[in-house]
């Protein structure tokens, strides 16, 4: 078992940044991919970014490339997405995933029913 706990939501003006961390426990021995999803109201759980596990490989959705970037200390069991240049349109609760994998596994893992493990939301508002 893998238990994720995001942080650093909040509310933020058009063009501020914010930094949502995501610490992983249980299984922290183990090989594991993870990523960020987030979910507007009213809409489904879409792809945001996502990171592998062996080389730190990354991949983001079009909506937010060149202003989102994640990262990951893997020493700390942490994984981060340092969102920049914020827009009204990245309102939304941001999640955090996580599955566990094998240790030479550089796979990018993009869509939701690839990941075993969720934490449990952090709300970004950005206001106009």
């Known amino acids: 078992q893998v238990q994720l706990v995001e942080s650093g939501g909040g509310l933020v003006q058009t063009g501020g940044s914010l930094r949502l961390s995501c610490a992983a426990s249980?299984?922290?021995?183990?090989?594991?991919?993870m990523g960020w999803f987030r979910q507007a109201p009213g809409k489904e759980r879409e792809f945001v970014a996502a990171?592998?596990?062996?080389?730190?490989?990354?991949v983001y959705a079009d909506s937010v490339k060149g202003r989102f970037t994640i990262s990951r200390n893997n020493a700390k069991n942490t994984v981060y997405l340092q969102m920049n240049s914020l827009k009204p349109e990245d309102t939304a609760v941001y999640y955090c995933?996580?599955?566990?994998?094998?240790?030479?596994?550089?796979?990018?893992?993009?869509?939701?029913?690839?990941?075993?493990?969720w934490g449990q939301g952090t709300q970004v508002t950005v206001s106009s």
């Open positions: 995933a996580a599955r566990l994998t094998y240790y030479s596994d550089n796979y990018v893992y993009t869509a939701h029913y690839e990941y075993d493990y």
């Open positions: 249980g299984r922290t021995g183990s090989s594991v991919a």
């Open positions: 990171i592998s596990w062996s080389v730190g490989s990354t």
